[in-house]
């Protein structure tokens, strides 16, 4: 019988009770069994290694799987990465490649138990212990066999599900009633995981063996056919669809034939209103070609709904559609950006349309003369031109200045004087190059950037476009959007704006593009090159007692519910606000201010029993009376913020002079302190400054040490005096070249040991030649000299110009003096004593001929 044969065969295994040395071949994610033939490609070095060695002295191998994770090197496995149980094998045959790999085919013989590994030079040898395997002498029992059937039977099932088990290996386990050959064949075709292999792999006990495989191998059949329904819905969903799309198709090609008018498709609907919008020949080459892949693709399909929203986009935008420019809108509360924006009140030509665009923009903000008369200057080439039948390109304007100036509210009041449509977007943190230029329509959730979401929104070719903050733009590794705005800043290239997910040029020449920036130093070049800037400087006192008087305390009376009330605020009193309960260059935290006060004057009024009633009574709202005085602030405000030490300020100290800085808030007093003693001639700069005002550092010293001989030093060697430079505030950074003139002037304070006088306070870059040279943000710096309790202001002789600008309030509220020289500054800061006295001319002897 054929189960003697084989029996006998297991005997002479069993038989095999001593330990044994072979080489170790390790695998990776592999099992051998025993009886089974497996082809092997092997490419590591130590695996290559045994094979040469194995196949010299002509011995077998052991070849033991390794355990996860497949990270485990197996140049040089140790016995905590092997697995304990494994097969040896014997090699049939080997061939060697020419890459130093080699394919070789192993036959397994029994299984074995890993006891020790030593190193053999290039590979390593094990020492490994046989399995004790039961002697069968005898043909199986019933119960045996009944095992063996449904081992066999789960078998074949799973030969059905997967499909990948051959006709050879179903014919084997079909003939042999063996149960070690059985469990060896079917558990070298199952497709489970290493260490569910190594368990059938231990096994002694056959009956123990067989329930083990049959577990398996009923698993397995459980999920492939869990596996195999979830295919055929998925399938029948498939076909369901696809059926679908077919009688969809027949019944429009039957609307068709019979003329019926509820034949036009969505399709011809979509294409009918691109079309309308007339977007030009390139526009409609392009949506031509997506409608036609659009017909032919399923509805439910995923790239037929990627489609239809591309086409969609290009129906909403607006092409051709543009704001008459028949004058200023009236006004109103509502935003023209919004659809359905207010009509224009009537329409005005020629001087008319200036004078009511003048009127808007004088009612809606005070100052900001400059950047009224440029949009003045807009409009009248506009009507110049003919209006809108001859288009002007619209300007790039970039309003600077610091928070709080209303240059966003600028941005509105313009869009109402052209009598357009406003948009806005915040480019603040903004840091994807795709915000600005959009996705490609192929990635998921793709949508166009703000650019053209904006446009959409206008449904207008030639809106009022606010890109706010433009300053505050970064960069990361999705790309630099301010190199993306590039293209949409530049009157010669924004004509054919290309975004990412339309991929047709869309016009933006029409649009008037305003951005805003609280400081240029983060503007790239190239983009602030593309821009016309016109700088909103900050307000002075009286410039923001008439805001407060025309726009704020109006406006925060009506939103506090006192709009009929009859409040009033003291002039002195909104100034004393500004003084002591802000500090800043705008009047945002001056609107806040007022908007306490407003806040306090309501519950008062409502707690005196003041109602809103419209019946005619005493306590109605509207005979509500109040007159806020200097000494109804603190009750209202409660304690100062901001306390002027001006006696701090105006004391003369020696090393102590003051500088002005501009900051992206406004303007600030910049106190320079020096103090000197024996050394090396080190110069110590503390503060958080910058590298320009530390080289503005240097230059000071330096220029001193070259004029040395004209002024009265108290060091005898400065090359062995050491300097200490601090501005206080260290947790703030400071930069610039501005303060070169405020360093010197406190070195040369401490090396004479003279105080500059009181009330004093300059900006000016120092050359070394002790040249000065002009500064920007006058107007802030002034302020802040004067918001301060500064007497008088030194200026670089340079900025005279600058001077004259300012207003006129603000010129009379501080003495100024423009310099020219270091030696200019330091005579209006000292006197006379600093300097050495000159030496007397030497008279030469007369000497008398013989």
């Not at 003041?610 to 005619?616: L, V």
């Amino acid at each position: 019988m054929k189960y003697e044969g084989v029996s006998k065969l297991l005997s002479a295994i069993t038989g095999r009770q001593r330990s044994e040395e072979f080489p170790l071949l390790p695998l990776r994610e592999l099992v051998i069994f025993p009886q089974t033939i497996v082809p092997l490609y092997v490419t590591y070095k130590a695996g290559i290694n045994a094979i040469e060695a194995a196949g010299k002295n002509n011995t077998r191998f052991f070849a033991v799987p390794l355990k996860s994770p497949p990270s485990i090197p197996v140049e040089t496995p140790d016995l905590p990465v092997l697995y304990g149980l494994g097969t040896v094998v014997r090699m049939v045959q080997h061939l060697k490649l020419p890459d130093g790999s080699c394919r070789a085919v192993f036959q397994g013989e029994y299984r074995g138990r890993l006891l020790s590994l030593t190193r053999n030079g290039v590979y390593a040898r094990v020492t490994v212990m046989p399995l004790e395997l039961p002697e069968e002498t005898t043909a199986p029992g019933p119960e045996r066999l009944a095992l063996i059937r449904a081992v066999q039977k789960a078998f074949i099932r799973y030969a059905e599900y997967s499909r990948r088990v051959s006709t050879e290996t179903l014919s084997m386990t079909d003939k042999t009633d063996n149960p070690e050959q059985l469990c060896n064949i079917i558990a070298n075709a199952l497709s489970v995981k290493t260490d569910k292999k190594v368990l059938l792999l231990d096994h002694t006990d056959p009956d123990r063996r067989l329930e083990c495989v049959l577990e398996t191998l009923e698993l397995e059949n459980e999920i492939l056919g869990i596996q195999k329904n979830i295919s055929v819905k998925v399938r029948n969903r498939m076909e369901k669809n696809h059926r679908e799309f077919i009688l969809h198709e027949q019944l429009r090609e039957i609307n068709k034939e019979l003329g019926n008018g509820q034949g036009q498709d969505e399709f011809a609907e979509l294409e009918k209103a691109i079309r309308d919008r007339d977007p030009g020949e390139e526009v409609l080459l392009k949506t031509g070609k997506e409608l036609a892949r659009l017909r032919k693709l399923q509805p439910f399909s995923p790239e037929a709904g990627v489609l239809r929203g591309y086409l969609e986009w290009i129906a909403d935008l607006p092409w051709k559609a543009a704001d008459d420019f028949t004058g200023p809108t009236a006004p109103s509360g509502e935003d023209r950006g919004s659809p359905g924006g207010p009509a224009k009140a009537e329409t005005f030509r020629g001087t008319e349309i200036l004078v009511e665009a003048e009127k808007i923009l004088e009612t809606d903000h005070y100052g900001m003369e400059k950047a009224k008369e440029r949009i003045l200057e807009f409009i009248a080439i506009q009507e110049l031109s003919g209006g809108e039948n001859k288009p002007v390109k619209g300007p790039i304007l970039c309003f600077v200045g610091p928070p709080g100036t209303g240059k966003t509210s600028l941005g509105k009041s313009v869009a109402r004087a052209l009598g357009r449509r406003f948009v806005r977007i915040s480019l603040g943190g903004v840091r994807d190059e795709a915000e600005i230029r959009g996705h490609r329509k192929t990635y998921v959730g793709a949508l166009p950037g703000k650019i053209i979401q904006s446009m959409r929104r206008a449904e207008t070719v030639n809106p009022v476009f606010l890109l706010d903050e433009i300053d505050k733009l970064s960069s990361d590794f999705r790309g630099d959007p301010a190199s993306a705005l590039l293209e949409v800043l530049d009157p010669e290239q924004n004509n054919t704006f290309t975004d990412h997910y339309l991929e047709v040029p869309y016009d933006l020449s029409r649009v008037l593009f305003i951005a805003t920036a609280n400081s240029l130093h983060t503007v790239p070049f190239p983009l602030l090159d593309r821009m016309e800037l016109i700088e909103i400087p900050g307000y002075g006192e009286r410039e923001k007692l008439a805001i407060a008087k025309r726009f704020l305390i109006p406006k925060e009376l009506e939103e506090n519910g006192l709009g009929k009330a009859t409040v009033r605020f003291e002039d002195d009193a909104i100034l004393r606000i500004i003084r002591h309960w802000t500090m800043e260059s705008g009047v945002r935290g001056l609107e806040r201010e007022i908007a306490r006060c407003a806040r306090k004057l309501a519950r008062k009024a409502v707690e005196s029993g003041y109602t809103a009633g419209e019946e005619p009574a005493f306590k109605t709202i509207g005979n509500y009376k109040k007159t806020v005085k200097t000494g109804d602030l603190e009750k209202l405000l409660g304690r100062r913020k901001y306390k002027q030490d001006l006696g701090f300020i105006k004391e003369e100290r020696v090393g102590v002079a003051y500088g002005l800085a501009w900051t992206e808030t406004g303007g600030a007093i910049l106190p320079v302190e020096t103090k000197s003693y024996e050394g090396g001639g080190e110069l110590i700069i503390t503060g958080n400054l910058g590298d320009v005002m530390k080289e503005s550092a240097r230059i000071a010293l330096s220029y001193l040490r070259s004029e040395q001989g004209a002024f009265r030093f108290l060091v005898k060697d400065i090359g062995k005096t050491d300097f200490h430079i601090h501005i206080p505030e260290g947790a703030i950074p400071k930069d610039g070249p501005s303060a070169g003139i405020t360093l010197a002037s406190s070195l040369l304070s401490t090396l004479c040991g003279k105080a500059p006088r009181a009330g004093i306070v300059m900006t000016g870059e120092l050359t070394l030649t002790g040249r000065i040279l002009p500064v920007g943000g006058l107007k802030e710096k002034v302020l802040a000299a004067i918001r301060s309790g500064m007497d008088r202001v030194l200026l670089p002789a340079e900025n005279l110009e600058d001077w004259t600008e300012l207003d006129k309030d603000i010129r009379s509220s501080i003495e100024a003096d423009f310099i020219d020289s270091a030696r200019e500054a330091f005579k209006l800061l000292f006197n006379e004593t600093i300097y050495s006295p000159r030496p007397a001319k030497k008279r030469g002897r007369k000497i008398q001929g013989p």
